[in-house]
């Protein structure tokens, strides 16, 4: 049953691939929209030399990256937006692949690798299609939709706990009592949630501005699916993140003298401070005892995760340069568990690779700070979602290792990343041709 499953699967992603190239009048956008909605589904054909699933997604990203090279985008592999990433991204590439060969299992390392391989694609995918300014409103409300579909299907397993929708979420942890939309754990889902809301309380300032009532009152009820599906992930890593996140975008955003739309900023913080803050009055107090209540307190939880990370010191020092190899931690190391912190564990696994990481981190940052800066408030609104969101995943990650552990929550963060990198390249683009990047022409579809 389950070959007959895996065949459909891969039957499924054909007639998608090719069905979009065929009739869509936009090949590359809805492949991309495809490839946005399905990045967090389970389920494949099983590699077992690599130990890992070839997901739709998968199949889709190889597609669109074949259709890029194959048109006038290919010049995108050179692009200096491009090649900031790319490079320390090959660099953990690289370095994943050496310990992949002295690793205990090297079939698991050498999977890790191809998902990062993979990871490189869809950032040239994302840049390589998201080109012209009508396509980043059409990427943000795809993204929604995807934001939503996850929202909903955690209101199911929120209500009925055992919920499965079978071939997109075959495996799960066994938190009964969290949700998890479609991803295998529930800190996985959270940071899934940790990346995407900010770019929906972002839109919703910018519908703000325009003034538009009917957009406001649609991404008022997205945001608050997603902070209410966040809620049932029960992921408290992700809570904090994201709530520093956007309390520090926001303070950014108000001390700046020449911001036109401060405003709409207060008027989306006030309605959406009045509704969470009523949704407190029932979910208040379960939150307190998710941080100090009984088994769930979190100065417990933290002693023995403290005794992995003191654990994790010597097995780096005695792994380096270049790691024990990727997934190697859990399965040799310390079977069923890993280091809680991802840069303990990307040390622990690829060694020096660490390195490649904070240099992807640097770029982002100092290309985020720029967006900051930038007098044009819809860069500066994108520029803003990307620093809550990367902000909020930093603080997470230094409990959680999910970036690392889970493909499906790193190819969510490439998604952005790739996102924001392809908004940036759109505005210097206009600016060279003496244009600007204005309402009229994000809209005009």
Known sequence: MQKILELLYFMISVIIAFGVIIGSKKPKLFILAMIIITISWQGGIWIPFLKTDITVSYFLIIVLFIYILSTSSKKIIVDRFVLKLLIPLIGMILCSLIAAFGAEDSALALGGTFLLILNSLLLLCIIGTVEKPQDIVYFL??????????????????????????????????????????????NQFGMYLLFVIPFVFRYLIIVAKQQKIKS??????????????????????????????????????????????????????????????????????????????????????????DILVEESIPRIKESLPFGIGMANYRSEIWPGEFVHNLYLLIAAEIGVGLFFFIWILFVLF?????????????????????????LGFLISSWVGPDWFVSDQVRMNFWIITGFFMSTLRIFRKLQKQKKILTTKTVYNV
Do not use: C, P
């Open 216 to 305: 406001m009152i649609i991404y008022i009820i997205v945001f608050l699916l997603g902070g209410f599906s966040l809620y049932t992930s029960q992921n408290r890593g992700s809570w904090i993140g994201l709530g520093i996140g956007l309390m520090i975008s926001l303070f950014l955003d108000l001390i700046k003298r020449q911001i036109k739309y401060k405003k709409a900023i207060l008027r989306v913080s006030f309605i959406l401070v009045v509704l969470v803050g009523l949704s407190m009055i029932y979910y208040g107090g379960r939150i307190y005892n998710r941080f100090f209540g009984g088994y769930h307190d979190v100065y417990k939880q933290a002693e023995g995760r």
């Open 141 to 186: 409300k795809i993204l929604f939709i995807a934001l939503v579909f996850q929202s909903f299907l955690a209101i199911i397993q929120y209500k009925f706990r055992f919920f499965k929708l079978g071939i997109i979420d075959q495996a799960s942890s066994g938190f009964w009592w969290r949700t998890r939309g479609t991803f295998w754990h529930s």
């Open 366 to 390: 100092f290309e985020t700070i720029r967006a900051l800066r930038i007098k044009n408030y819809f860069i500066n609104n994108i520029g803003s979602a990307f620093f809550a969101a990367i």
